[in-house]
């Protein structure tokens, strides 16, 4: 079992920064990848960022590219997304989420997510 928590989140302005934190803990021998999800009241959940435990390898959709950038400490077990030129559409719960497979669509392991806020 793997048990993710997150922190980080909170409210900010439009053009503001925020870094979320997510630490595994518990069989993080079994993680290929680790990634970021959000979900906005009234939208689906959308993948925002995801990296590759072993090589490194990030993936961004078109709307957080040049924006958003995930690192990892494989030492700490720990992902990290910094999230800079804050929108108000950026506006969601923010969840980690970890897995040996379909680290892009469905992954194992999720956290319980941490808001954040954008005003205009």
């Known amino acids: 079992q793997v048990q993710l928590v997150e922190s980080g989140g909170g409210s900010v302005q439009a053009g503001g920064s925020l870094r979320l934190s997510c630490a595994a803990s518990?069989?993080?021998?079994?993680?290929?990848?680790m990634g970021w999800f959000r979900q906005a009241a009234g939208k689906e959940r959308e993948g925002v960022a995801r990296i590759y435990r072993i090589d490194g390898r990030a993936y961004y959709p078109g709307s957080v590219k040049g924006r958003f950038t995930i690192s990892q400490d494989n030492a700490k077990n720990t992902v990290y997304l910094q999230m800079n030129s804050l929108k108000p559409e950026d506006t969601a719960m923010y969840y980690c989420a970890a897995g040996p497979v379909r680290c892009d669509r469905d992954p194992t392991y999720w956290g319980q997510g941490t808001q954040v806020t954008v005003s205009s």
């Open positions: 518990g069989s993080t021998y079994n993680i290929t990848c």
